[in-house]
């Protein structure tokens, strides 16, 4: 429930904070008072959208802060408080603040938070329903779930044995998938993975062959200057006079000549001649290598060939020659399987067939059901709603798209295969029309009252926010819709702005909304009336004078008859 609201700087209200309490709590006052400013600031905090215009004017921010009590059990909130990593207490503050420069900033319990998380958790504690507010029945995806409330055991049966099957299905089919498909999908496969192999085979791949096609593309793309400085380095170890061959014979003769006269100059000699066999060695590598040395543009011609083949493949089949070679072996696994696996894929279709039928089947179950709900939920609407004072008011639920056992699969969701789509009339003789598109914010304010009513499927851990529900009605039909709201406030929170003082009189708290000017400033407060207090605020609301005799005894007969009721339906 919300505690408390705390509002600074919105519009004309400077500072104001409201305790509010269980049960019914009534904001009342004269038109232009500010009681639309109150829910505005709620709205805020809430999360809706909001420019610099709601600052109040001179001000340089606005900021409200709104606590609120909640079922820590509660899962929504569990998840919320894990997701900002704040310790999931019974008691939520959430603060937001907006400046002239458009900077928005939003804590909840000191936590920065985003504003898409906040309507996640804010959309757990209240529900408003307004005159130009979007509620949850405009929502076409919700009316499904709606319709269900109103026989939801037999329901949630049939919804519980169609999830199973759809898992069943969704195995079945992940496990056909597996081994190609249908016949057409798999032989299909078979035939791309046949050419798959056959054009990696036919490539003749081996290891380390892009290595070796680089080192022959290198040579043969420098053959000229290849041969150039191999001849060179050959003239000049062996062929010239001066050769390094020739220069070093000469050497080792001349110290041959003086071994005799010390060991050291035999060890050097021997030495040299180890160098002159190296250098022989080296000099006939060189002269092998020149031998060889060829250049062919066709050879250039048919490298490039095979590097654009296993430039083609690698973009196919891996990132280099293994890759392709796995990919490879592989493929023929596969296609082995797929080629020896008709007993079982057969098996399988004619699970997914059993599964279909029964699929199906359920799907009829909770059409018929639902068609049952709808006739249900009809005549209970219609009959609220005439309380409420809309008499020629229709309401219908509309079912739309049919299905065949050849096409449920396609149509077939976790809910069922049925759409269905609220339709509503306010007036004699018109036709229904779509409920988002026809219905006004306050005959959607008192269908929704009504439609809560009839499924009395009230979240208790929710606050409701009606604002103005009583436009365009009056008499007996306000008196029938507070003794509704009356029935909600026994175990949800309901705040609620009237002006109606049928609805009023039925309040457990009743706040007054008072406009005054201070200090050549327009100000906007909020009074809590005590028993007197209340009794003239209803007799100005019953249109005479707030201090009439006959006012006074009729807004005390409201007040009694309110009690009454309320010890009533305690019982």
Sequence with gaps: MLVSLKINNIAIIEESEIQFRNGLNILTGET?????????????VLGARADKGLIKNGK??????????????????????????IECEDTIIITRFLNAQGKNEIRVNGALVTLGMLKNLTSCLVDIYGQHEHQALLDVKSHLRFL?????????????????????????????????????????????????????ENAKLYENEEEELIEKKNVLSNAEKLYNRLNESNYALYDSEESVQSNLKRTINSLQQITSISEKYEDLCNRLNNVKYEIEDISAEISDALNSLTFSESEINEIEERFDLIKNLKRKYGSNINAILE??????????????????????????????????????????????NAHILEKEIMKELVELGMKNATFKVGFDGDYTISDILDKVQSSGADNVEFLFSANLGEPVKSLNKIISGGEMSRFMLAFKCVLNTLDYSKTFVFDEIDAGIGGAVGVVLAKKMAKISKNNQVICITHLPQIASF???????????????????????NTEERILELARMLGGDENAMIAKEHAKELLESAESYKKQIML
């Design 32 to 44: 232009g008072a500010g009681k639309s400013i109150i829910i505005d600031a709620l709205n805020f």
């Design 60 to 85: 340089d921010f606005a900021k409200v802060e709104g606590v609120f009590e909640v079922d820590v059990s509660n899962q929504n909130i569990i998840d919320f408080c894990e997701s900002v990593g």
């Design 148 to 200: 269900d409330l109103v026989n939801n055991s037999n329901i949630n049966d049939l919804k519980m044995q169609l999830k199973d099957k759809l898992e069943n299905l969704k195995i079945i089919e992940k496990n056909i998938k597996e081994l190609g498909g249908d016949e057409q999908e798999r032989s299909r496969l078979i035939d791309i993975l046949r050419f798959q192999i056959e054009e990696i």
């Design 327 to 372: 990919y490879a072996e592989t493929s023929k696994k596969k296609l082995e399987s797929l080629e020896n696996c008709a007993e079982e894929i057969e098996k399988l279709e004619a699970e997914k067939i059993k599964l279909t039928k029964e699929i199906f089947d359920i799907c009829e179950k909770l059409t018929f059901q639902r068609r049952e």
């Design 507 to 529: 309040a457990n708290i009743h706040f007054k909304i008072q406009k005054f000017e201070d200090e050549n400033k327009t100000v906007t407060s909020v009074k809590v009336l």
